[in-house]
């Protein structure tokens, strides 16, 4: 009696799990038509920073940093941070190609750092927020059979890679912090006049009009507007200081107006550490063996630590 009590107990167990995995296979297979049109909730595009009590007595922006923990503990410790007088700001991409994307997202976390989002933070967040949205539960098969007849939502989504992995394993907690991250971040007085973004903007429009996916990937102004790589047009910053060079410096307020802004930005390694009148791109190639730099407020100093090569080769 004992072993046929268990048996009857162990029968609708089993049946419910084998009508889950069913359900996950038809799901796998096209039958869900919430995995394919899913869309990950929109970055905020202009979050307007305000400080709280007295201002910090430094801005330090620091580069793209892209899982390299140990170079982005280097250099805080080589600036001489001090909590509660400075202000840390990072221009996006904190997260892949690196070893420790986790380890620079709580990093970040502790230091209470402004941040905007780069295109690689933005792969993750979209990730997460699908795996923990309509593709929550399926395996690591049902969704690369569903990415092989395409029917995942986002074309760079790759089952096993780095993104889906960061993804995976990432605390919610961690990927609130993320998902929070803004295209552009306008800064307070006595700063008033910078803008901090990750890539690039189109000089033709106000803040408000700027689309998000383009501000973090925009490498280049082309003809038809930005474009993210290097094989047309001319580079966005110089296109940017023309036009602002039409512009009076003025305290920005007016988002839907084009108004004078320095801007300091991230994204195009291709480039190296470009440091103009009133641009100043901060990824210098530190995953790929080239410095993590940081801009510091007041003054304008550069300061930079060596990095490990983690990365043969530039990409997206």
Known sequence: MAGMARDSFARPAVRR?????????????????????????????????????????????????HGCLPEFNELIDTVKYKPGEDQIVLVGDLVAKGPDSLGVVRKARQLQAWCVRGNHDDRVIRWY???????????DSDLKSLGDS???????FKVGKEHYTIAQSIPSCDAAFLAAFPAMMTLPAPFSEWL??????????????????????T?????SGPISTHDEGSAWFDAWAKAMADLKPTTPADYSKIQFYKAIYGHDAGRDLQIHDITKGLDSRCVYGGKLTA?????EQLVSVPCKEHVSSKDD
């Open 129 to 139: 927020q699908f795996l923990q949205g309509p593709a929550k539960g399926m395996s």
């Open 150 to 156: 395409s029917g995942l939502p986002y074309d760079d």
């Open 196 to 217: 901090v973004l990750h890539g690039g903007l189109d000089p033709s429009k106000p803040l408000d009009q700027q689309k998000a996916e383009d501000v973090w990937t």
């Open 17 to 65: 799990e084998r009508k889950k995995h069913f359900s996950v296979a038809r799901r796998a297979a096209g039958g869900d038509s919430s995995l394919k049109t899913f869309k990950a909730k929109d970055a905020q595009l202009i979050e307007t920073r305000k400080f709280e009590g007295t201002p910090p007595k430094r801005l330090i922006f620091i580069g793209d940093i």
């Open 219 to 223: 490498r280049n102004i082309g003809p």
């Open 295 to 299: 801009f510091i407020l007041p003054g």
